[in-house]
Every structure is written in structure tokens, then in C-alpha cells.
């Protein structure tokens, strides 16, 4: 099957802890500015985690949606609030932004040629009401619409009905690598010319049932906020969780072109590798990234001196960082390549299957408006890191590629390789 050119991206949601629309997590961007805050999961809680990066305007703590509270500038039906878990409510609004920003209303999705890829773990808050009712009743009850939103298909169920989509739609699973194998495989769809267009979403509730257990693995931070979440530093010690959405639109450039769409970037290429080595742990030396990483060089006919900024996967743990930190060091280190490397977790906290969405739409943001991101709450770096390139401030820069990491249980990992383009 023949190969058409690397596609590109054209349209950008976002509904994250540093901003609710583009503008807004570009300003975050510039100003560093954290979104992270002082925060309980629980009532009475008796965890020692104390910080997340908290989604503001929007209040979908109760599992009631008639209660929940969104922005005005978001009019959602009735039947449709009632069949969405509360990341699913975040997907909707990001993904309106991204057909939006796209030049695109929301029916001019429904083509064949147009499909939709969706990435998250499902509502543990829904499985866990849902199912602790039908224990309650001994099975008596049971809200109808209990599997179509709780399950991981949740946003495929809900957002291929909402945009009417005819072409090919898919949910992944890879953890935190997931979004990112999400955006990787629609432009394959769209480089093997099997589509034209793809919307790409990513999503995570923000409550204890999603975040909370994490604790048990002593993954996260037990930091006050906003310094919780330190990626690369000495005194790191766990993630800040988040939760949210993010949407990209990803399109033949002869779609795009034809219509008069101005891209954000080009998805230029890919590469994935697992380790093989741990349940959960990333590989000591980072050898499956950097396999990954090596990949995606490969797919995008590129050299290591050829990518002017990493946005890495780094998300303020101690075994995670130096993983990652050796990696890209041996890849890089060897052609002579010394690439500003930074982790916006620093700002935004860990947004889990969300998180390779999130990072690549904020690499097309930075790639777009020419800004290499720096490392928020960098006080100290750790030695084992100190081999990287790591910039405490952000900075203007002449930037062509990015590239953008991203590392799940089980090993795996995707790195993303975007470039500007030009209309």
C-alpha cells in the first residue's frame, strides 16, 4: 500500500490542570505556572498525598451528573450527560475545541474516511458505585447505562455516537503509553492512505478510585503543592496526579490543504520498544526507550543532532527520571547531540493514559509558537540525570522537531517525533 506524507496536525483541545482551552495552556506554558494545588481525595483522608493537579471550572465530583457543573461556554444535552463517566465529560469538551480550532463543525466528522482513536482506563468511580448497587439490590438494580460507562470503550461508545463517526474507531491500552500509541497508529491510518482524518482523544477521571491506589506503590508524592512534582530532581519522590482531556485532530496534508486548514505540526514519525523487564519498574538503563526512541529517528529518516527539543515522559519518580535520563543519553550522547530536555509534569502533574495526548499537543503548541518549555520545581539536579540538557526556564528558540516520550507499565514505550509545518 502506498505511502502518502507524514500528516498533519490541525486541530488541538485541551481540558487539563494549566488550562481549559489552548490559549490558556499556552499563557501556563510561558509563565511556567503550575496547576497543580493543595488537594484530598478523600473525606477524613488519611493518605499522605496532599497535591494534584486540579481541573478548574469544571465540578464532576459527584457521581450524580445532574449535579455537575460546566462551563458555560459548553451547552451538553441532558441524554448526553447521562451516558458519560466524568472523563468522558472532559473528552466531549476538548474534542468540540479541537473539530473547533480545526475549522470544522461538529458533523463534519461523520465520513468514512474519517475515524476516531480514544485512549483511557474507564471510571473506577462509575465501576465502583455501579457495582457496589448491584451487591446492595443482589443484582435487583442497576443503572442502564452502568457497562457502556464505566468500561475503557467508554469514550468510543460516547464520542463515535456524539460526532457520528463512520470511519474506524479504536480504543488502546498501554497505561500511561497509551494516548501516545492512540496518535501513533492514526498516522499510520493516515500514511497507509486507509483514512483521511482521525480525532484522537485522551482522558482520565481526577477522583480517589483513579488515582488513589497509586499510593499503594508508593508512586506518588507526598510534597506539598506546588512543589510536588519535580521531574529530574534530587529530592523527587513520586508523581502528582491529574486528570482531564485532550483532543487532536490529525489530517492528510492533501485533506488539509484542500480545505485551507493551517496545521500546528506535522506527526513526522514513530517508534516503540518495549523492556521486557518489570510489571511496573521502567528498565534500569532505560533500554527499551531508547530503542523506542532509535525507532522513531529511523520512521523519520532523522539523525539525534536533527531534534532541537525533548519533551520527556518524567514524571517525579525516583526509578522513572533516571530510566528515561540514561536512555536518552545513549542515544544521544554518542552522535554528540545535546538537545534541552524538560518534563512538563512539572506543571501539569501525571495525567496517566492521558499523558503522551497531552504532551504532544503541547509539543505542537511549543513547535507553533517556537518555545522550549522549562523544568518547574528543578531545584537541585539529581546526578544520575545530570547528564541531560535540563533548563530550569523556558526560552524561545528556533525549533524544527520535537521529540516526545512516553513509558507505560509493563515497559512500554512510544516516542513521537513532530516537526513544524509549514501551510
Not at 444535552?77 to 461538529?106: N, T
Amino acid at each position: 500500500m502506498s505511502r502518502v506524507p507524514p500528516p498533519w496536525i490541525t486541530g488541538l483541545g485541551f481540558v487539563t490542570s494549566i488550562g481549559n482551552d489552548r490559549e490558556t495552556v499556552l499563557h501556563s506554558l510561558f509563565m511556567n505556572r503550575s496547576g497543580i494545588e493543595p488537594h484530598r481525595f478523600l473525606e477524613d483522608d488519611r493518605s499522605q498525598v496532599r497535591a494534584a493537579g486540579t481541573i478548574k471550572e469544571f465540578d464532576l465530583s459527584d457521581p450524580n451528573w445532574a449535579t455537575w457543573t460546566l462551563p458555560n461556554r459548553y451547552t451538553l444535552s441532558r441524554k448526553v450527560l447521562r451516558s458519560l463517566p466524568p472523563h468522558g465529560v472532559y473528552a466531549l469538551c476538548a474534542a468540540l475545541e479541537a473539530v473547533e480550532s480545526a475549522g470544522l463543525k461538529p458533523d463534519g466528522l461523520s465520513d468514512p474516511r474519517i475515524g476516531l482513536h480514544c485512549a483511557s482506563a474507564g471510571s473506577t468511580l462509575f465501576v465502583h458505585r455501579f457495582l457496589e448497587e448491584m451487591y446492595r439490590t443482589r443484582g435487583r438494580r442497576g443503572d442502564p447505562l452502568g457497562v457502556s460507562k464505566t468500561i475503557s470503550g467508554t469514550l468510543n461508545f460516547n464520542l463515535g455516537a456524539y460526532f457520528k463517526i463512520q470511519g474506524a474507531n479504536l480504543g488502546f491500552s498501554s497505561a500511561c503509553a497509551s494516548s501516545s500509541h492512540a496518535l501513533a497508529y492514526a498516522s499510520e491510518e493516515i500514511r497507509t492512505g486507509r483514512q483521511d482524518a482521525l480525532l484522537v482523544v485522551g482522558a482520565e477521571d481526577l477522583n480517589a478510585e483513579t488515582l488513589l491506589p497509586f499510593a499503594a506503590l508508593r508512586a506518588l508524592s507526598h510534597r506539598e503543592a506546588p512543589g510536588a512534582s519535580r521531574p529530574f530532581d534530587l529530592q523527587r519522590d513520586g508523581f502528582v496526579g491529574t486528570g482531564g482531556a485532550t483532543a487532536i485532530l490529525l489530517e492528510s496534508r492533501e485533506r488539509a490543504r484542500k480545505r485551507g486548514a493551517r496545521p500546528y505540526a506535522a506527526l513526522r514519525g514513530w517508534g516503540q520498544a518495549s523492556d521486557g523487564s518489570d510489571v511496573a519498574a521502567s528498565h534500569p538503563e532505560g533500554r527499551g526507550l531508547a530503542r523506542a526512541i532509535r525507532n522513531a529517528l529511523d520512521d523519520a529518516a532523522l539523525r539525534p543532532g536533527d531534534i532541537a527539543y525533548i519533551n520527556a515522559h518524567a514524571t517525579s519518580t525516583q526509578v522513572g527520571d533516571t530510566s528515561e535520563a540514561r536512555g536518552i543519553h545513549s542515544v544521544f550522547e554518542p552522535a554528540g547531540s545535546t538537545p534541552p530536555v524538560s518534563s512538563t509534569k512539572g506543571i501539569t502533574g501525571h495525567a496517566l493514559s492521558l499523558s503522551g495526548a497531552l504532551e504532544a499537543a503541547i509539543s505542537a503548541l511549543c513547535l507553533h509558537h517556537q518555545w522550549v518549555p522549562g523544568n518547574k520545581n528543578l531545584d537541585e539536579i539529581d546526578p544520575e540525570c545530570a547528564c541531560l540538557n535540563l533548563p530550569t526556564s523556558g526560552y524561545r528558540a528556533d525549533l524544527h522537531t520535537i521529540l516526545s516520550n512516553s513509558s507505560g507499565f509493563g515497559g512500554s514505550n512510544v516516542a513521537l517525533i513532530l516537526e513544524r509545518a509549514d501551510p
